[in-house]
């Protein structure tokens, strides 16, 4: 079994209206040292494959078939093998 | 200047409705060795700090104030100094 974790954000040049708000929100509760606070997603997932080449090739396929918009979105993302 | 990364994921015994709907669509579209998948959320927070062990605590407070909600979450994070 394997153990992918995919970190999606928006692009550099794509504005992040929910990231300003947290800023906002953040500096009105006090943190007035922030400079900038994105949004992202966050993805975890368990799924079964021949070896780590094989499990590296089918979670990018996922990442994009169904998980991000190549528009406005990147990703990176770890991959371990579970101990069963 | 810090730069955070934060995790954030729903704890074991809460349900994920939107986890399944992407693990649903991924089975739908022939991926059908997938065990499981969760969604979260990912922050990116820059901010200013006297040292690494005030940044770890304005990190922690910034997090805990708005960033999750305790009962039904759960976080993780990375932190490292940035070069100027």
């Known amino acids: 079994m394997y153990f992918g974790r995919v ?12 990231g300003e708000v947290i800023k906002s929100g953040l500096t009105h509760m006090g943190f007035n040292k922030i400079e900038s606070v994105k949004q992202g997603k966050y993805f975890e997932i368990k799924f079964a494959a021949a070896d780590m080449e094989q499990a590296k090739q089918e979670l990018v396929k996922m990442i994009e078939a169904l998980l991000i918009n190549a528009n406005t979105e990147t990703y990176r993302y770890d991959l371990k093998e579970l101990e069963d």
Request: aromatic content about 16%; proline content about 8%.
């Open 7 to 18: 970190y999606v954000s928006y692009k550099q040049s794509v504005l992040d209206p929910q």
